[in-house]
């Protein structure tokens, strides 16, 4: 049978489009590997990982095992006054995997609830400690964090786009973006106004949020790890929790295992989620230092007030386990590396395209940033025509694939990228 798009277009949102004027949407009926097939039997490599998720590809054998073995034996239960070994399992892989001096973890189920979580975290945290001052965040322009409304608020309010909610959205401070990029020499005058911030408002301020090394969605901009070190160093000197949203960036996207190793530190707080569960069922985690929880429990509540009915969902987390097995083995590392080089050998000859800003890549990310806003429809139709799927927004047309892409899909998908700016 096939899908009905007429009813799809006229009853079903899809993600920031309009229900009057939507986006057209493409019919997917199969994925495997690094390939997406669509109802008429075309094959397009895909350059999303749906959205930085599935690391491994689709249809892994692993992810499947683990998800039909844990349905056998139980697809949900609640997670209030109970356990199971999927959650336990997966928590364990994961605090073997994260910054050392995080020690507990929050399942939440998504990475928008888990920014959520780890905002009532750092409050409630301050709350224990007799601090309730501290009620403020800093986080950075062009940062992005996700679509809930505490989540809202320490996404840029300019260049981001929320700001039509600014005026019943949480007042934060927001700090210019860090302008230093990575691979470029550091500028240390850039630690100003977070230094002066501070100095002037750290009474306020419970903590600093921020994506380690990589801003996502606010632009997809690479940073200095010196910018993230100096970050640190002054949330200690003020007495500021640092929170590292590592949802986009987490498990091996930038060459490291999380982008702040490039900094070589640890937050208080760590968000992960997208390429946690390997691309296949939503999920994500907020983790924290013994410090921050032992706070948290001396807060008037005692308990970390957030609870939602699909916490720690057996099947998600048993593919979470699963997936985070894969990455254990650290096959990632050479499989990312490769994926750098070939980025940045077969995008160099994007800058010589007639309204390119710039060409950049990092570990498995590469993105043209074009001087204008793209034709998103238009592009989108021209990739499927080139046989690859790769989403541009605003300005940028950017592909973060899965580790396990081969070189000759890889190509594919630069040659797709060279076709439309160079034509
Ligand atoms: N934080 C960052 C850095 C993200 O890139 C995203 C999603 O793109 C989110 C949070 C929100 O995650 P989700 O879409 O799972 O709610």
């Known amino acids: 049978m096939s899908i009905n798009l007429a009813f799809d277009r006229e009853h079903i949102w899809h993600p920031y489009t309009s229900m009057i004027d939507p986006l057209p949407v493409y019919p997917v009926v199969a994925a495997n ?24 590809g689709y249809n892994h054998p692993a992810l499947n095992a683990a998800v039909t073995e844990q ?36 399942l939440a189920d998504s990475g928008s609830i888990a920014v959520e979580v780890a905002i009532k975290m750092a409050l409630q945290y301050w709350q224990g400690k007799g601090n309730k001052s501290k009620q403020k965040l800093i986080s950075l322009r062009k940062g992005y964090h996700g679509d809930t409304f505490a989540a809202m608020a320490v996404c840029d309010p300019v260049d981001g786009m929320h700001g039509m909610f600014n005026d019943v959205l949480a007042q934060h401070y927001f700090l210019p973006a860090p302008e230093s990029a990575f691979g470029a020499s550091f500028d240390s005058k850039a630690m100003q106004p977070l230094q002066q911030l501070l100095q002037q408002e750290h009474q306020q301020i419970a903590a600093l949020i921020l994506e380690p090394i990589v801003q996502g969605y606010g632009g997809m901009r690479f940073y200095h790890p010196e910018y993230l070190k100096a970050a640190r160093a002054l949330c200690d000197q003020y007495q500021v929790l640092l929170i590292c949203d590592e949802i986009a960036t987490g ?18 707080i760590m968000c992960v989620g997208k390429a946690l569960s390997g691309g296949y069922i939503t999920l994500a985690a907020t983790l924290c230092s013994d410090e921050v929880a032992d706070g948290i429990s001396l807060s008037d509540a005692k308990g970390l007030m957030h609870g939602p009915t699909f916490m720690a969902n057996p099947l998600a987390c048993a593919v979470a386990s699963a997936s985070l097995d894969i990455i254990a083995t ?45 034709d998103v429809a238009k592009l989108q139709q021209r990739f499927v025509e080139l046989g690859v799927w790769i989403r541009p927004f605003n300005n940028l047309i950017y592909v973060m694939p899965s580790f396990i892409i081969s070189s000759a899909q890889l190509s594919q998908l630069t040659a797709a990228m060279a076709a439309v700016v160079l034509e």
Do not use: Y
């Not at 034996?73 to 399992?89: D, E, L, Q, R, Y």
């Not at 996207?253 to 702040?260: D, P, Q, S, V």
């Open 330 to 374: 650290g096959q990632w590392q050479q499989q990312v590396a490769a994926i750098e080089q070939q980025l940045k050998a077969e995008l160099a000859q994007c800058k010589q395209g007639p309204g390119v800003k710039e060409v950049r890549v990092l570990g498995a990310i590469g993105v043209i940033e074009m001087v204008n806003k793209v």
């Open 33 to 56: 590997g690094c390939e997406l097939e669509l109802e008429n039997g075309q094959k397009l490599v895909d350059g999303t990982a749906s959205w930085w998720s599935a690391v491994h």
């Open 251 to 268: 498990f091996g996207r930038t060459g490291k295992l999380f982008a702040c190793e490039h900094s070589q530190i640890q937050p208080d």
């Open 71 to 106: 349905l056998s034996k139980m697809a949900h239960v609640m997670f209030g006054g109970i356990t199971h070994p999927s959650a336990v399992n997966l928590c364990q892989r994961l605090l073997a995997m994260v910054p050392t001096n995080l020690t507990k973890v929050f």
